[in-house]
């Protein structure tokens, strides 16, 4: 009897880790979506290329599904399985992560609406495109690193790309003054320059929402919401987290 109540107890831990295993890979395929979104979106206003943007465009529509798909999986996995700390932080990590890469997918969504009235307007200005190309470059970096973190568990990598949106956000208000100038130097130009102001803006909103990605890992693997936190209450969190990881991988070497 002992040992059927052991397998039947195996079997219903075995079906659990694949539910959360099959939610994980979901979030993660949504992130991969949504990085493509943000690439085409703002190579698609770079290049003025319409159809590269109606593309990115249309992808909203799934990225709001995908939400909530896996939404609706984590709130039955809590009500029905009632997990286990370590396996709840996890469910709650990539309930707040799908949230944060529809928002990142609304954001990209903007942007490819500018680019496709900016290829529309023959008399669209292209200042202020250098620095969307900068900043745009810095943040599809920062959301493919905290993908890459998520998918590794690496809290050095997460905290690495939270660090990276000071920059962002001291690169945008470098850029915002520098486009106020040639507004006031030629008001003819204050149309589509404030075009490239919204796209700047999108672009700082990514920026923050990969920093709550990298949030969200942190808080899964180490138990300590470091949202709001400055960044240097995260590194000693992310230090001590990778310490008991390193501790928990020499306890699995020695059994």
């Known amino acids: 009897m002992q040992h059927e109540e052991d397998s039947y107890s195996n079997h219903i831990s075995h079906q659990f880790n694949e539910e959360l295993e099959t939610i994980r890979?979901?979030?993660?395929?949504?992130?991969?979506?949504?990085?493509?979104?943000?690439?085409?979106s703002i190579e698609a206003l770079?290049?003025?290329?319409e159809e590269m943007a109606e593309q990115a465009r249309?992808?909203?529509?799934?990225?709001?599904?995908m939400e909530l798909l896996i939404d609706e999986q984590c709130t039955k996995t809590i009500a029905l399985r009632q997990p286990a700390?370590?396996?709840?932080?996890?469910?709650?990590?990539i309930s707040r992560a799908?949230?944060?890469?529809?928002?990142?997918?609304?954001?990209a969504t903007r942007i490819a609406q500018q680019a496709?009235?900016?290829?529309?307007?023959?008399?669209?200005?292209?200042?202020?495109?250098?620095?969307?190309?900068?900043?745009?470059?810095?943040?599809?970096?920062?959301?493919?690193?905290?993908?890459?973190?998520?998918?590794?568990?690496?809290?050095?990598?997460?905290?690495?790309?939270a660090k990276q949106d000071r920059t962002v956000d001291q690169e945008y208000r470098t850029a915002m003054r520098t486009l106020v100038t040639f507004m006031m130097?030629?008001?003819?130009?204050?149309?589509?320059?404030?075009?490239v102001i919204w796209v700047l803006r999108s672009l700082e909103r990514i920026g923050d929402h990969a920093r709550n990605l990298a949030e969200h890992l942190i808080?899964?693997?180490?138990?300590?919401?470091?949202?709001h936190q400055s960044l240097k209450v995260m590194k000693k969190t992310v230090r001590e987290g990778t310490q008991a990881q390193d501790d928990d991988s020499d306890d699995d070497d020695d059994n």
């Open 46 to 49: 770079l290049t003025s290329d």
């Open 58 to 65: 249309l992808i909203d529509r799934q990225t709001n599904e």
């Open 98 to 107: 799908v949230a944060d890469l529809e928002r990142i997918g609304d954001e």
């Open 25 to 40: 890979t979901q979030m993660l395929t949504m992130g991969g979506i949504v990085e493509r979104q943000v690439y085409d």
């Open 219 to 227: 808080y899964q693997v180490s138990g300590t919401d470091v949202r």
């Open 116 to 161: 496709i009235e900016m290829a529309g307007d023959s008399s669209s200005s292209k200042h202020g495109f250098q620095e969307v190309r900068h900043i745009g470059n810095v943040v599809r970096d920062m959301v493919q690193d905290v993908l890459t973190a998520f998918a590794r568990n690496d809290l050095e990598l997460a905290y690495r790309v």
């Open 185 to 195: 130097e030629d008001v003819r130009s204050i149309s589509s320059i404030m075009n």
């Open 85 to 93: 700390a370590s396996d709840l932080r996890l469910i709650i990590s």
